[in-house]
Every structure is written in C-alpha cells, then in structure tokens.
C-alpha cells in the first residue's frame, strides 16, 4: 500500500484505507471520463443561459427581425457566396504573387558586403513604408490614383489593383517572415555549401531557402489568414466582392442579415485554416524538442 | 611508429590525382586578423604531394582559421597561398573553382539536415561539377560502400550516429575528388567510441595517398599518420617536425608545456 510511511500520492482509496497500491492508467479514465461530462453540461448550460437572456430581452423580436432574418438570408445568400468567389480569387491571385515578390525581396535584403548597399536600401525602405501605411490607405491611392491619372495603356479595372495592393502590402510582412527564416539557417550550413564549390545563388537556392521556408512556413500561413480577410479592404475601391455586395443587398432590403451571411463564410473558411497553422506550429514545436529535423 | 607514407596504395578511387612534382600547398607569410584581434601572425608552410600534415596548438590558436582560409572562406590579410603552383589567394580568382579541388570536413560535420545522405553527397558533384544526377549517385553510392555508409543513403542525417554523419561528411568532401582534404578537429564533437570509425577512414586515406591537413587533439593520431607535425601557437608556427621529433623531443619550452597539458588530459 502506498500509503504507509507517507509515501507516494494520496488518493481516494488510501483516505478510506482500502487503496490500490499506485494509480494505474486504468484509475484515471473514469475521471477524464467524468471531467468531459463536465465541461459538456457547464458549456451547454452556460450557452443556453446566454441565448435565453439574448431572446427574452425587451428588443429581441426586432434585433431578430434586421439581424436574423430568415427570409432575407435565403434570398441573399447565393449573390453573397457568389460574390466570395471574387475574394478567393483575389487571395488565390494575391498569395502567389506575394510568395514570390516577398522571397526576392527578402533574398535581396540578405545579401552581404558593401556593393549590394543600394539594392538593400530599396528593399528596406520598400518593407518599412508598407508596414507603416495602413492599408485602406495603400488600397485607396492605387485604386485611385493610378487610373485617375490617365496614362494611356494603365489599366482601369479595379480587380487589378487590389491584387496590386494587397500584393505590396503583404509582400512587406512577408518577406520579413522569409528573412527571419533565412536567418535562423547557422552559416555554418552556407560555409559546408561553398565549400563544396557552390555559387552563393546555388547555396542560398539549394542548401539555404529549403530550410529556412520549412521553418517559416507557420508564421506564413498565419500571414495568409490575415490576406483572406483583407480582401475585403478593396470593396473600398469598387470591387465587387463579399462585403460589398452584403453591403448593396443591406440597403436593397434594409437589412443586416446579408452581413451575418457574410461572417459565417468567413467563419467556415479561416478557423479550418487557422486550426491548421496552430496544429502545425505544435507539431513542429513536439519535433523540435525531440531534435529532429524534417 | 610513424609515417604511414611507406609503401602507399595509391591505385584506390578517389586518391589523389597528382600533377608533376610540386608542393600541393604553400603558404608565405599569411596574415589574419577579425577585427583588432590578430588571429594568424605569418604562417609559412609547404605541404608536398601525397603528404599528411597536422596542426596541434591548444584552443583559440587559429587551426580552424588557418584551414578556412585555404578553403578561401576566410579573406586573408596578408600573404600568398598556392596550390599546385597556382596562387589562389590572387584577386579576381574564381573563389568557386578553387574550392571543388580542395576538400573541408569541419567538427561539427555541418550535413545539409534536408537532405538524405545521397544528396548530401552528390549536391557538390551535381550542382557545382553539373554532373548528371545519375553519375553522380553511381560515384556516390560506390564511395558510401566504401565507407560502409551504402545502407544509410536513404536516411538523413539526424537519424545517423555522430560517427555515421563524419564520415558521410567526408564522403561529400570525398566525391568532389579533391586535389587535397583539410579536416578540422573532425573527432572533437564525438563520443569516444565513436572516434576509432572516423580516424580509420582517414587512415585508409592516408594510406591511399591523399594529400591532408588535420587539425587534431588526437596525438596519438597525429603521432601515427602525420608526416609532419605543426604545433601553432598564438598564430605562428612555433615548431615543426616529424612525429618522432614533436612528440619525442620538441624543442620549444611551449611545445613541451602543450604536450605535457595534454598528456596530464590523458590524450597521449
Ligand atoms: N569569425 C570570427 N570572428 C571573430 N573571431 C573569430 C572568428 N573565428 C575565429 N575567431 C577567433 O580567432 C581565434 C582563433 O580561432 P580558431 O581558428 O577557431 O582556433 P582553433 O581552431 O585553433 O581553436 C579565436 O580567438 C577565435 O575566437
Ligand atoms: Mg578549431
């Protein structure tokens, strides 16, 4: 018996004298067993108290009636998913272009020695003015001011520069991403690669970039979650997408719910995304403190 | 016991190719300094065709440097260094040519941890030789065989022991079929069991007529395989010799003292 001499845990069974000696695996399920049970009812109870004051309160009806209204969202529910497609493809689009604009710019922020100063310069100055202009504001002087000056062959259609915007605007953070990951690589790994005969692009190319991106790709794809709800900034500038065209079927039926309609698509499209990042940032942090690699 | 030099194989793959009766390596007068700190201070030293040098100093004296800068991965501050005949210390010289004929094991192996040891191996063949994929991993596998690496090709690096992953290190090294081989401390981040498989390698080098520079705190190593022995100290050559001369009867008060530190460690 663990009990006697005090030694070991207490539990239930040595407090009435009749313990097992130690606690199996088996003792402990019916208790993980019982604290789910738990967590299920004061959820569930928790919950439906909120929902029964929500519903009971004085004004419900009318909330129900601009909010959650039935009717409405059906009606508006296939323009609004039809819309997304436009923010899908604005982030399809969006994401490549960002992917590989930020690489460069990052690669160019990391090269060495006194000739490429220049070249580190603009990608600098590139990175901190993106990063410290909102971009609302980014999506407004593009979407407006390019066409508005009426160069002949710039194109006018607003879908162009919202891919553009969004392109710079994230192209700055992402880049610093990438740098942060190159980075992390020990020079050690460039050393090994030179000395093999390797060209600093070969290097970088084959040795360098193929590890720091393993490494970034979490953080990246935090980014991305960031980019699929930004899409909705370039309604500003007249693109037709989700959020403008909840906004266009508000006031054509007076009516908030086109916007509940809205938040569910978003809801439906960036948990899974998220819960994904966070599944993979934990996985890769269980390796880590295994000390593998790969 | 010294010496392996007498009666080399020099008919193994991968040995040395030779050219003429030339030194495979002279330095004069080198100088290098990391900012204010002068780390080599006129090193001069010849290493002939198909001979095995090793560089003994304690900790901080500048064996590593020394070997990174025959390697070109460190500028130098002053002086020449030449291989077989050609200076590669000259400006404008093709950094990248250079090192393809000169091979660097360093301590702490520094395998590509993405890659599986075959491309470990074949990288440099394939991508700075540009030899076909399919040659390069015919050359790589007969040279892990060697080794008795060939069941590990498939693994990467950290599912090999510290032992395994230096001697795949020196197989990549190996498979550019360097003119010379430069080995820093490569049995210092190992277990000590571990260290018998990776001097055996270097050993059956040696005896195939590879022409190395070693740094090494294995004297008892040094002792066996070394034509020469250099004992650097605060960046000079303090002294120089055969095994049977360093380790038997070393001139200098400071060798003498090293060594004497190092037998107290229980490494000779
Ligand atoms: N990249 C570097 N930057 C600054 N100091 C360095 C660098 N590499 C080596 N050193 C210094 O140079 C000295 C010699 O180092 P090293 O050549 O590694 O010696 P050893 O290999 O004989 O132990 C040490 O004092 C070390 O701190
Ligand atoms: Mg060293």
Redesign the interface.
């Known amino acids: 018996m663990t009990g006697i001499g005090g030694l070991g845990p207490p539990d239930q069974g040595e407090l009435i004298g009749l313990g097992e000696p130690g606690r199996s695996p088996r003792s402990q399920q019916p208790s993980a067993l019982r604290s789910t049970l738990v967590a299920l009812v004061s959820t569930v109870v928790f919950f439906g108290l909120l929902a029964w004051i929500v519903v009971n309160a004085p004004n419900w009806p009318a909330v129900q009636e601009s909010f959650f209204n039935g009717r409405v969202f059906a009606l508006t529910a296939e323009p609004i998913a039809r819309a997304f497609w436009v923010n899908v493809q604005l982030f399809l689009i969006a994401e490549v272009l960002i992917l590989s604009f930020a690489l460069v710019i990052a690669v160019l922020r990391s090269l060495p020695g006194p000739v490429f100063v220049p070249v580190r310069l603009l990608a600098t100055v590139y990175v901190d003015v993106f990063r410290a202009l909102p971009g609302v504001l980014v999506i407004y002087v593009l979407g407006f001011g390019i066409p508005g000056l009426a160069i002949a062959g710039v194109p006018v259609d607003p879908f162009f520069y919202a891919v553009l915007a969004l392109t710079l605007i994230y192209s700055a953070y992402v880049s610093e991403v990438y740098r942060a990951g190159i980075e992390s690589v020990h020079p050690s790994q460039e050393a090994a690669a030179r000395s093999l005969g390797l060209s600093r692009f070969q290097a970088l190319r084959h040795v360098i970039l193929p590890q720091a991106i393993r490494r970034v790709i979490p953080p990246l794809l935090n980014d991305f979650i960031g980019l699929q709800k930004d899409t909705v900034l370039v309604s500003y500038i007249g693109v037709v997408e989700i959020f403008r065209q909840s906004q266009i079927k508000q006031s054509a039926y007076f009516n908030f719910t086109p916007y509940l309609a809205t938040a569910l698509v978003f809801l439906v499209f960036t948990i899974p995304l998220a819960r994904f990042t966070d599944w993979l940032i934990s996985r890769d942090r269980s390796r880590q403190t295994r000390g593998g690699f790969r | 016991m010294s010496a392996a030099t007498a009666g080399i194989d020099r008919s193994l793959p991968g040995a040395h190719r030779g050219s003429g009766g030339g030194p495979a390596i002279v330095i004069e007068g080198l100088y290098k300094s990391f900012g204010k700190l002068e780390v080599l201070r006129g090193i001069d030293l010849v290493l002939h065709q198909h001979e095995v040098v090793c560089l003994i100093g304690a900790s901080g004296s500048g064996k590593s440097t020394l070997l ?1 800068c025959v ?1 070109l ?1 460190e500028p130098i501050d002053a002086g020449r260094i030449l291989v077989e005949g050609e200076e590669i210390t000259a400006p404008k010289i093709d ?3 250079i ?2 004929r ?3 094991v ?1 301590q ?1 192996f ?5 890659m599986s040891v075959l491309d470990n191996v074949t ?2 063949p394939r ?3 540009r030899r076909p994929r399919a040659q390069a991993e015919a050359d790589a596998t007969a040279l892990l065989e060697r080794f008795g690496l060939a069941d590990k090709r498939r693994d ?1 690096p ?1 599912r090999l022991s510290g032992g395994q992953q230096q001697r795949v290190a020196i197989v ?2 190996l498979a ?1 079929s360097p003119d010379l081989l430069l080995l820093d401390e490569v049995t210092s981040a190992l277990d000590p069991e571990l260290i018998a498989e990776v001097l055996e390698v270097i050993r059956e080098l040696a005896g195939a007529g590879m022409t190395m520079l070693i740094a090494t705190h294995e004297m008892g190593f040094a002792r066996d395989i070394a034509n020469r022995v250099c004992f650097l100290d605060a960046g000079r050559i303090l002294e120089e010799g055969t095994p049977a001369e360093i380790f038997g009867a070393p001139r200098e008060e400071r060798t003498r003292r090293f060594l004497q530190r190092i037998v107290e460690a229980g490494r000779l």
């Open positions: 990174r390697n991965l950094v990248n040519r090192r393809r000169i091979g660097i360093f702490a520094n395998l590509f941890p993405h990288l440099g991508k700075a030789l990467y950290d990549r090294a550019m």
